[in-house]
């Protein structure tokens, strides 16, 4: 039998027949042969590896410094690494479309025997394939290498051999492409969006702790122990890549502080994904003043960061409205920038503060510094997890709305919440918690900062989990609000405690008692 409170969850995340979310989809590789849903027994090798060595998560990836594919899928590993801070290790195997001149992989191998992997494998992707050894020599030169043994070990041929473990583990497993990476031995195929790597994540974060709990001498070793030895799987076989179900309510948060509009009772919430750069949104802009207007209280709307990477002036912009909510004064930043679109210079973004009524030297502080280019970052990241694909994207009383809306539109969108919203508050339920009341039944994560989701302030507050707390203790660090940290860490313990620390030291914040 439902409770009034499961019929009222029911009804306010069933307003359907109004908008329909737009529908991207990309092919699945011609060649993939792994099943997404079966763990293989994928072995590291002697592969250089990043991240902790006990982290619940592995990550190999097979990958070629000359695919565009593997170059293109670098901005969203990073991103991925940001969501689960300390709980990725990488292990970086090569899988070289010339294995005769594996030149790139070389200088890969020879730069981390002198501990300087990381920064050589962005600058070879950073070359599109044109890699020559004078362009080795000199990127090895300017990361500060012994020059004398980087190019004794290129001249000898140190690591052809280990190289060659790399393929031959690779042909022996089925991969015949790149980039092929496995999440704890599942197959992510090629350059998918991070919605589908997040998927992949959280379920194995589940399975490492149920083998945790068994204490084993090597974790990785544990979850892949019994895996399949190579691919078995039809060539069609790919990763499911869920597209957002315009009439399903997900669990959106209000991100970062000062971004909201409206009362905290408003029958219906607008979270909107936004890019100061993206002229769609910028059309957007007066159709939610519009709504606004007409709709008053009823309505709180919420802008949430998502710096496309495409769009070169994004992320500083985007940090630069931070550092106007810092202040309190981020609508009237966010007029200034849509109002003169497409001017996003730093003399424009100093012009549009200063219009706003901002201190200027804090705001130059703020943008000099980067000081929010981690927390613009994560919000986009979490954007993308949820499977946002594209600006604007509207999350109205939880259900999407992608694309651009005209006022008509939008208010036929609004007036069938407000007649879902008006329903449940004549049955009893308290305006402030209708959103909450949403949220409990929602579908989803917002990885940013789970606390941003709000709870039901009537009926109780739910104990976090304690990754979803590690998670709003590292978003309250990328914001530098480290007394909200301190806050929030509160008697948190274990691995969650660990990886929150990580973030936050890495911020310049001590969370140490």
Same mark, same amino acid.
């Given at each position: 039998m439902r409770s009034a409170l499961?019929?009222?969850?029911?009804?306010? %995340?069933?307003?359907?027949?109004?908008?329909? =979310?737009?529908?991207?989809?990309?092919?699945?590789?011609?060649?993939?042969?792994?099943?997404?849903?079966? @763990?293989?027994?994928?072995p590291r090798g002697d592969a250089p590896a990043e991240g902790p060595a006990e982290a619940p998560i592995t990550i190999v990836d097979w990958s070629d410094y000359a695919c565009g594919f593997c170059n293109r899928v670098q901005d969203t590993l990073d991103r991925l690494d940001r969501l689960y801070p300390g709980q990725i290790r990488w292990v970086h195997r090569e899988l070289p479309a010339d294995e005769d001149n594996p030149l790139a992989a070389e200088a890969a191998r020879a730069a981390a025997a002198q501990g300087r992997f990381r920064p050589m494998h962005d600058r070879l992707f950073a070359l599109h394939g044109r890699v020559d050894r004078a362009g080795v020599e000199l990127i090895a030169r300017e990361l500060g290498l012994d020059m004398?043994?980087?190019?004794? /070990?290129?001249?000898?041929?140190?690591?052809? !051999?280990?190289? &060659?473990?790399?393929?031959?583990? *690779?042909?022996?497993?089925?991969?015949?492409?790149?980039?092929?990476?496995?999440?704890?031995?599942?197959?992510? +195929?090629?350059?998918?969006?991070l919605a589908v790597f997040a998927a992949v994540v959280d379920e194995e974060l589940v399975r490492a702790d149920a083998a945790r709990a068994k204490h084993p001498l090597d974790l990785y070793a544990a979850l892949v122990e019994t895996g399949k030895p190579s691919a078995d799987s039809p060539p069609d076989s790919t990763n499911p890549n869920e597209q957002l179900d315009p009439n399903r309510?997900?669990?959106?948060?209000?991100?970062?502080?000062?971004h909201q509009l409206g009362p905290d009772d408003a029958l219906v919430t607008i979270v909107e994904w936004s890019d100061f750069q993206c002229p769609f949104c910028a059309k957007e802009a007066p159709v939610l003043a519009h709504v606004r207007q007409k709709y008053g209280d009823d309505v709180r709307i919420v802008f949430r960061h998502m710096a496309?990477?495409?769009?070169? %002036?994004?992320?500083? =912009?985007?940090?630069?409205?931070?550092?106007?909510?810092?202040?309190?004064?981020?609508?009237?930043?966010?007029?200034?920038?849509?109002?003169?679109?497409?001017?996003?210079t730093r003399d424009d973004l100093e012009t549009y503060a200063r219009a706003a009524g901002l201190d200027l030297a804090k705001f130059r502080a703020a943008l000099d510094s980067r000081r929010y280019h981690d927390a613009v970052i994560a919000e986009t990241a979490a954007a993308e997890a949820l499977g946002v694909d594209g600006t604007p994207t509207l999350f109205i009383n939880?259900?999407?709305?992608? &694309?651009?809306?005209?006022?008509?539109?939008?208010?036929?969108?609004?007036?069938? +919440?407000?007649?879902?919203?008006? =329903?449940?508050?004549?049955?009893?339920? @308290?305006?402030?918690?209708?959103?909450?009341? @949403?949220?409990?039944?929602?579908?989803? /994560?917002?990885?940013?900062?789970?606390?941003?989701? !709000?709870?039901?302030?009537?009926?109780?507050?739910?104990?976090?989990?304690?990754?979803?707390?590690?998670?709003?203790? *590292?978003? *309250?660090?990328?914001?530098?609000?480290?007394?909200?940290a301190a806050k929030l860490v509160g008697t948190m313990n274990g691995d969650p405690k660990r990886r929150a620390e990580a973030v936050c030291t890495g911020e310049g914040i001590d969370l140490a008692p």
């Amino acid at each position: 039998m439902r409770s009034a409170l499961g019929v009222i969850v029911l009804a306010l %995340s069933s307003v359907t027949g109004v908008a329909h =979310a737009d529908t991207v989809t990309q092919q699945a590789p011609a060649n993939a042969s792994f099943d997404a849903a079966t @763990v293989y027994n994928v072995p590291r090798g002697d592969a250089p590896a990043e991240g902790p060595a006990e982290a619940p998560i592995t990550i190999v990836d097979w990958s070629d410094y000359a695919c565009g594919f593997c170059n293109r899928v670098q901005d969203t590993l990073d991103r991925l690494d940001r969501l689960y801070p300390g709980q990725i290790r990488w292990v970086h195997r090569e899988l070289p479309a010339d294995e005769d001149n594996p030149l790139a992989a070389e200088a890969a191998r020879a730069a981390a025997a002198q501990g300087r992997f990381r920064p050589m494998h962005d600058r070879l992707f950073a070359l599109h394939g044109r890699v020559d050894r004078a362009g080795v020599e000199l990127i090895a030169r300017e990361l500060g290498l012994d020059m004398i043994r980087f190019r004794g /070990d290129l001249d000898a041929g140190t690591y052809r !051999p280990a190289i &060659g473990r790399d393929i031959n583990d *690779a042909i022996h497993l089925g991969i015949t492409g790149t980039p092929t990476l496995f999440v704890n031995g599942r197959v992510v +195929h090629g350059n998918q969006p991070l919605a589908v790597f997040a998927a992949v994540v959280d379920e194995e974060l589940v399975r490492a702790d149920a083998a945790r709990a068994k204490h084993p001498l090597d974790l990785y070793a544990a979850l892949v122990e019994t895996g399949k030895p190579s691919a078995d799987s039809p060539p069609d076989s790919t990763n499911p890549n869920e597209q957002l179900d315009p009439n399903r309510a997900y669990r959106v948060g209000f991100g970062l502080p000062g971004h909201q509009l409206g009362p905290d009772d408003a029958l219906v919430t607008i979270v909107e994904w936004s890019d100061f750069q993206c002229p769609f949104c910028a059309k957007e802009a007066p159709v939610l003043a519009h709504v606004r207007q007409k709709y008053g209280d009823d309505v709180r709307i919420v802008f949430r960061h998502m710096a496309m990477l495409f769009h070169s %002036s994004s992320t500083i =912009a985007a940090e630069a409205g931070v550092a106007a909510a810092e202040q309190g004064k981020f609508w009237a930043f966010h007029d200034q920038v849509f109002g003169h679109f497409g001017h996003l210079t730093r003399d424009d973004l100093e012009t549009y503060a200063r219009a706003a009524g901002l201190d200027l030297a804090k705001f130059r502080a703020a943008l000099d510094s980067r000081r929010y280019h981690d927390a613009v970052i994560a919000e986009t990241a979490a954007a993308e997890a949820l499977g946002v694909d594209g600006t604007p994207t509207l999350f109205i009383n939880g259900q999407p709305v992608t &694309g651009l809306r005209d006022e008509a539109t939008m208010d036929r969108i609004i007036d069938a +919440h407000l007649q879902q919203a008006h =329903a449940a508050v004549a049955r009893g339920l @308290v305006k402030a918690d209708i959103y909450p009341v @949403v949220m409990a039944g929602a579908r989803g /994560d917002d990885r940013a900062d789970p606390s941003a989701i !709000p709870s039901q302030a009537s009926v109780g507050h739910l104990a976090p989990r304690a990754d979803d707390q590690s998670r709003s203790v *590292a978003a *309250a660090c990328r914001r530098h609000d480290g007394a909200r940290a301190a806050k929030l860490v509160g008697t948190m313990n274990g691995d969650p405690k660990r990886r929150a620390e990580a973030v936050c030291t890495g911020e310049g914040i001590d969370l140490a008692p």
